[in-house]
């Protein structure tokens, strides 16, 4: 009977576009791995930091997000939290400033113009210029404790730059997230085996996928996702 049901539940499921199954996930990867700091690059309104701690984990957040009107919603999101900080800049390669096109949709926001394939999507393109602090995270850390750290960037093409900056930092780094396009949504992004290779030579293997947005002509092909590199296991 039990199978019966489970069978009736899968297919209704499958029928609404869900499919359920046992898979590795960020709450069993923050479960196994002594993680002591997460350095969250592109926070927005603090949603991957609220995510993880809905997923168990307890230690530091350390948040960056250079847009003035979201940086100050981010610090009312986290004012309750004694172990999570922000810090109102963008991550990047080098220091200085940059002008980043700040979007009508708070989540969009990019250092990149918006490609061909992003104006399919709807997306309202009419973002306004604001000039923004940029820092590598090397400097940022080096007076900031942490030997397992986890490193999240979603910052709309820039996550090439935010590792640039961090070289030093990915030395004591256990993982690495980040936003991936197989199209891409902004001009002069890397593509998506670039990235692969890129993290293979710092060190990283890819441990987990998540769709992230489908295009728009067909919901059964994705345009971007969410990759979760682990560090390579010693032989």
């Known amino acids: 009977m039990g199978a019966l049901v489970r069978n009736a539940f899968n297919f209704a499921a499958d029928r609404l576009g869900f499919e ?8 069993r990867f923050f479960a196994t791995h002594p993680i ?3 350095i969250d690059a592109g926070a927005n309104l603090g949603q991957f930091g ?5 997923k168990g984990y307890s230690g530091r957040i350390l948040s960056f997000e250079p847009v ?18 922000a810090v109102q800049l963008a ?15 708070h989540t969009l926001s990019s250092f990149l113009r918006e490609s061909e394939t992003f104006q399919a999507f709807g997306f309202d393109t009419n973002s306004s210029p604001e000039t923004v602090g940029v820092a590598r995270l090397d400097d940022l850390l080096v007076e900031q404790p942490g030997s397992a750290i986890f490193l999240k960037a979603d910052v709309q093409g820039f996550e090439k730059q935010v590792l640039e900056g961090a070289r030093e930092t990915l030395c004591r780094t256990h ?15 890397w ?4 990235a692969i290779r890129y993290l293979d030579d ?14 728009p002509d067909d919901r059964s092909s994705a345009v971007e996702f969410d990759v979760l590199f682990r560090r390579k296991f010693s032989h």
């Open 91 to 105: 991550l990047g390669a080098e220091t200085g400033e940059a002008t980043i096109n700040v979007s009508p949709n």
């Open 20 to 27: 359920f199954q046992r898979s590795t996930t960020l709450r």
């Open 191 to 194: 593509s998506f085996p670039e």
């Open 68 to 85: 003035a009107y979201v940086y100050a919603q981010l610090c009312r999101a986290i004012a309750q939290d004694p172990l999570w900080s």
């Open 36 to 38: 002591d700091l997460v």
């Open 50 to 54: 609220q995510s993880i701690r809905n």
């Open 175 to 189: 993982a690495v997230y980040l936003e991936l396009p197989i199209e891409h949504l902004y001009e002069g992004g």
């Open 202 to 215: 710092l060190g990283f293997t890819p441990a987990q996928f998540r769709t992230v947005t489908s295009l």
